[in-house]
């Protein structure tokens, strides 16, 4: 059957059809059918059956013709059948009809009971370049589909500049929808924040929605004024939501307030606040915070994840038997006491281990390093300048397989870092790697030959045979490579020269 035949047997169905028959023959039309048929779907569009009504609107987005047709699909997007207004918004969109009936359309779509619908609203009051119905655009911040909200805010974002949309941003952080006025809470510019303050006070109190109080905590904290302050204490205080609490102690974690004392001793044995409370006591540092710390530390009833935040924060301290109560949580079952106890350690580091304790801390890291490569990065911040971990890193580096570890070995070993009675031997080591599949790894071998030629003052072992091979490496695809391998052949240069 020819196209003609096609459109001639649709052009019956419409006449002589029932419900689905004639459904089909507008859908058909608009795929087969000229800008001459487009009076015909326009008809249609006004046909008694909500089926034949969604046809029509999906033949007129297919048939391609957007003169003339905003009336028409404007009013199937006002109709009382919801898969009608669905594909007239598709339609609408389809066809890029840009007038002024067409965008309050969509600005009527945004508050459809059908989300569907809303999200076409959203999509295509974007793609216009117009906030449309801006109270109803706020609103969405509160609307349950995350499809949704997310599209909103996202619109939001965009048009932040508008005064309307900043004028309903505050409105709705005052007076909005508990969900609406969360997100608008976060979204609202600083400069309103100061305006609201008694606002964002008032919704410290338990009887507001404790996505709302979060907000307003997070909010109030970053004004840093004494009165927010005082105030997130009270609230504090008086709070009984662990998961409120843990945000407020957050919060309030960076003031080093002593009042942090008693509020934090009371969380610490809660599972979803202890960790929190745990951070808080090491801002405060002193006696009290540091014996509470200390028993969270030895007690083996401490939560995992209380018990990472106490090792974290008692490192940050400082104290005489830090390393000795954070060296043997390294071998815990929990993987995140491990990393609290290795970045309780490199809070250490940067004061520098006492010569005592350079050694355990040495040889336990390199041992962990050697079967959890997770933390390599913070491992290698903490081993840096500790010549005692060098013997074990040059067994590790040929025995692992993640390329992490051998790049944090190889950056131990480069004599920048540390050095010891073996440094001389190592060259060996770097010269292996320049092969090495990962660009980190070749790349930290190359500098560590450099600095090995800068440190120990001689011409390496086979000078040509290495020459020639950091040649080579002008051919590898990384930048940071071929750039480390030029500072090389300068270290020999150099150093040939003097």
Sequence with gaps: MTAEHQIAFFLRELETGDTWRRAAAVKGLGRLGTAAHAAVLVRAA??????????????????????????????????????????????????????????????????????????????????????????????????????????????????????????????????????ARAHALWMLPDHHVDRLLVSLLGYLTEDTPTEVRRVAASRLARTGRPEAQDALFTALEAEQDPAVASQLLYLLARSGDERLLAQASRWLGHERAGPSAATALGSVDGKVAARLLRALLTDPATAPRTLAAAATAYGGMGRWDAVWLLLPLLDHAAPEVYEGAVRGLAAMADDGFRPWERGAVARALVARLQVDHTLAGVVQ???????????????????????????????????????????????PLFVRHLDDADIWVRKVAVEGIAHWVEETGTLPPGEERLRHRLTALDEDPSDFVREAAAEALRALDDRRNN
Excluded at 132 to 161: K, T, Y
Excluded at 392 to 405: A, C, I, Y
Excluded at 409 to 420: F, G, I, Q, R, V
């Design 46 to 179: 006004a046909d008694p059956s909500p089926e034949v009504r969604e046809g029509a609107a999906v033949g007129l987005g297919r048939l391609g013709v957007a003169a003339g047709m905003a009336d028409t699909l404007c009013t199937l997007m006002d109709d009382d059948d919801p898969w009608v207004r669905r594909q007239a918004s598709l339609a609408s969109r389809r066809l890029g009809l840009r007038d002024r009936e067409v965008v309050d359309a969509y600005a009527r779509l945004l508050s459809d009971p059908d989300y569907h619908l809303r999200i076409n609203a959203l999509d295509a009051l974007r793609e216009l370049g117009v906030p449309g119905d801006v109270p109803a655009l706020v609103r969405l911040l509160g609307d349950p589909a995350h499809s949704v909200w997310g599209r909103a805010r996202a619109m939001i974002w965009e048009f932040r500049n508008d005064p309307d949309i900043e004028a309903e941003l505050v409105r709705t952080a005052q007076w909005g929808a508990d969900d």
């Design 381 to 427: 911040r903490v081993l840096t300048g500790l010549s005692e971990a060098l013997p074990g890193l040059r067994e590790l580096l040929d025995r692992t397989t993640s390329p992490l570890v051998r790049s944090a070995a190889l950056s131990l070993l480069d004599p920048h870092n540390a050095t010891d009675a073996d440094t001389p031997h190592d060259l």
